[in-house]
C-alpha cells in the first residue's frame, strides 16, 4: 500500500465530496479544508519514508522528529484518514517494496533486509498474511509466469 500523490489526492476528493469542497468560501475568505492537510502530512511522511524505510530500528517517533511533528499527531491522522496505524503503515510500505524487488528479480535473501524487516520469518509471515502465499511460492509462480493479480 505505498501511497502515491496521485492516490493521495483521490483520497481527498472522494473525501472532498462528502463534506462538499476542499476550498470553501466563508465571509469572502478562502478556508482551507483539514483533509488537504492531512494530504499534505500524509506526503510529507511518505517521502521521509522513502528515505529511511530500509532501516529495521526505524521507529515512528524518527520520522516524527525528522518532520517536525508529534508523534501522537502522527497517530491520530493516521488512524482518522487511513484508519491503520503508522506502524501498519510502514509494514504495508516495506512489503510493496519488496513485492516490486521480487518482480525485478532481486535474490530472496536479502530482500526481507533490503526493506527493513530484521528476520526472514517475520518478513514470510506478513508477505503471506498479504499476498496469500509465501515470499518462495511467489518468486516460484513469478518465475513461471503464473503469478496471480494482487493489485
Known amino acids: ?12 476528493e472522494q473525501g472532498n465530496k462528502n463534506s462538499c469542497s476542499a476550498v470553501y468560501m ?15 502530512f500524509l506526503v510529507k511522511f511518505t ?17 516524527a522528529k525528522n518532520i517536525a511533528v ?18 501498519t503503515f510502514l509494514r504495508l510500505y516495506r512489503l510493496e517494496k519488496a513485492f516490486w524487488l521480487i518482480q525485478k528479480g532481486e535474490s530472496f535473501g536479502n530482500i526481507a533486509f533490503d526493506v527493513g524487516f530484521s528476520s526472514h520469518s517475520y518478513f514470510s509471515r ?19 509466469n503464473k503469478t496471480a493479480e494482487y493489485y
Open 1 to 12: 500500500m505505498i501511497i502515491k500523490t496521485e492516490d493521495l489526492r483521490a483520497i481527498t
Open 26 to 40: 466563508d465571509c469572502g475568505e478562502q478556508i482551507v479544508d483539514r483533509d488537504l492537510h492531512k494530504h499534505s
Open 47 to 63: 517521502k521521509e519514508l522513502e528515505h529511511c524505510f530500509d532501516n529495521p530500528d526505524l521507529k515512528i517517533e524518527m520520522i
Open 70 to 87: 508529534s508523534e501522537r499527531q502522527i497517530y491520530r491522522i493516521f488512524k482518522e484518514f487511513l484508519n491503520i496505524t503508522p506502524a
Open 126 to 144: 506478513c508477505f503471506k498474511e498479504k499476498y496469500g502465499e509465501t515470499p518462495s511460492a511467489f518468486i516460484l509462480a513469478f518465475a513461471e
